[in-house]
């Protein structure tokens, strides 16, 4: 059974940078692409960006200067940091297993809630 | 980007109901289209991908079609645990794109 155990601070101030990483426990690391998708509270689903296990990287153009996602196959994990936050940033971030044949999220991780606040 | 236009924003139904999403999209697009639902509190979960490819394990009340630029998910006869929110997902073109998503409450 495949599952993503996330972690990271989860109280930050604006200007500061967020860090959260993503373990994955069960199957295959390589064959797959890994995501990070955030929802502010209350509101809808956004896409961060994804990387593959070779460090290959997409990112939303809306986040793109401020997002880097990097990839530790030694370990199984992939990470997110997301830097110059402001209150804007503040929502459940989650990690995802990507399923690259049909572009799917197949797995989620349980997700983060980040808020950034003085 | 792809915008994707959901409605309704949220909807009452009763157990036994059936009821329709649908998702428009604002270009023309392949079927890398996905239907996710949220409970309170979780993860979404994938329902359905390839715009009407049941996901394994989900029941087969759900279902999902293409018409166009327009993506439609059913679920028929509802029953009480499908009380939550869904969202659809374009993957044809990044960045990947969610409608903004429909709560489905009891009536």
């Known amino acids: 059974q495949v599952q993503l155990q996330q972690w990271g601070a989860g109280l930050l101030k604006p200007s500061e940078t967020l860090s959260l990483t993503c373990a994955v426990n069960?199957?295959?690391?390589?064959?797959?692409?890994w995501s990070w998708i955030r929802q502010p509270p209350g509101k809808g689903l956004e896409w961060i960006g994804e990387i593959d296990h070779s460090g290959y990287t997409n990112y939303n153009p809306s986040l793109e200067s401020r997002v880097t996602i990097t990839v530790d196959t030694s370990k199984n994990q992939f990470s997110l940091k997301l830097s110059s936050l402001t209150a804007a940033d503040t929502a459940v971030y989650y990690c995802t297993r990507v399923r690259w044949l049909t572009k799917t999220h197949d797995y989620w991780g349980q997700g983060t809630l980040i808020t950034v606040s003085s | 980007d792809i915008q994707m236009t959901q409605s309704p924003s949220s909807l009452s139904a009763s157990v036994g109901d059936t009821v329709t999403i649908t998702c428009r999209a604002s270009?023309?697009?392949?079927?890398?289209l996905n239907w996710y639902q949220q409970k309170a509190g979780e993860a979404p979960k994938l329902l359905i991908y390839?715009?009407?490819t049941l996901q394994s394990g989900v029941p087969s009340r759900f279902s999902g079609r293409r018409s166009g630029t327009d993506f439609i998910l059913t679920i028929s006869s509802l029953q009480p645990e499908d009380f939550a929110a869904y969202y659809c997902?374009?993957?044809?073109?990044?960045?990947?794109?969610f409608g903004q998503g429909t709560k489905v409450e009891i009536k």
């Open positions: 270009q023309s697009m392949n079927n890398y």
């Open positions: 069960g199957g295959s690391f390589s064959g797959y692409h």
């Open positions: 390839s715009a009407s």
């Open positions: 997902q374009q993957t044809y073109l990044t960045p990947w794109t």
